[in-house]
């Protein structure tokens, strides 16, 4: 069946530092992955997609590769601001049902000035 | 703001009853997904609708049930309400099916079931 798994939050960091958030999937097929964010109180808004292995995504400083022979998605920033404390979802879309999507549990990132 | 509107925004009952949560999707998409967030479970699909018919069903109770009209706007039914139904419920929406398609969240409405 489809999986997401992220790392375990809560994850705390200062100002610039270097963010890495664990990503890796389980799937029949050949699923798209994506990664959203949620702040407070509001939706979930798309981050950043890649489509096809070897494919990198990128918005607003983050990255993400997808990388099939180690089936993981990891997201990256080279350095994080206050305003990216939010909670963030990895997920997969799975085409044979409907574009359903698997979202991982979710990664809580608190940037400290 | 993603263009998906969800109504009410807050809605609190009581056990056993029963509520409708609405949601339209932005212009010119056909398909609505829904979600149920909860602090135990994640975030978990329910259900989805492609311009009016159900394409794809996950973990959907059976005293949910939804619906997407003509003009595009879904609606989710729950009834026979439990306190574990308490959660935040999103609908999303995209411009068809396809695995590469985004799908673009509502607030959500979160239910509060007492």
């Known amino acids: 069946g489809n999986s997401v798994t992220q790392m375990e939050g809560p994850v705390t960091l200062s100002e610039e530092a270097f963010l890495t958030i664990n990503c890796t999937y389980t799937a029949t097929g050949y699923p798209s992955l994506f990664w959203y964010v949620q702040y407070p109180g509001e939706g979930l808004q798309l981050l950043l997609k890649a489509t096809k292995a070897d494919d990198k995504g990128s918005n607003k400083g983050f990255e993400a590769t997808y990388r099939k022979e180690t089936t993981s998605f990891h997201l990256e920033k080279g350095s994080v601001q206050v305003s990216d404390s939010a909670v963030y979802f990895c997920?997969?879309?799975?085409?044979?049902?409907?574009?359903?999507?698997?979202f991982g549990t979710g990664t809580s990132l608190t940037v400290i000035p | 703001d993603s263009g998906v509107t969800q109504t009410p925004k807050h809605l609190i009952t009581a056990t056993g009853q029963r509520v409708t949560l609405r949601c339209s999707p932005r212009s010119g998409d056909l398909s609505v997904y829904w979600y149920q967030q909860s602090l135990d479970q994640g975030l978990q699909f329910l259900i989805q609708?492609?311009?009016?018919?159900?394409?794809a069903k996950g973990n959907i109770l059976e005293r949910f049930s939804a619906q997407q009209f003509p003009d595009l706007h879904s609606e989710l039914n729950l009834s026979s309400l439990e306190l574990g139904d308490s959660a935040l419920y999103f609908c999303?929406?995209?411009?068809?099916?396809?695995?590469?398609?985004?799908?673009?969240f509502g607030p959500g409405t979160r239910l509060t079931v007492l």
């Open positions: 999303a929406s995209s411009t068809g099916t396809s695995g590469t398609d985004t799908q673009y």
């Open positions: 609708y492609y311009n009016g018919e159900e394409r």
């Open positions: 997920a997969l879309s799975d085409l044979r049902n409907g574009n359903q999507f698997y």
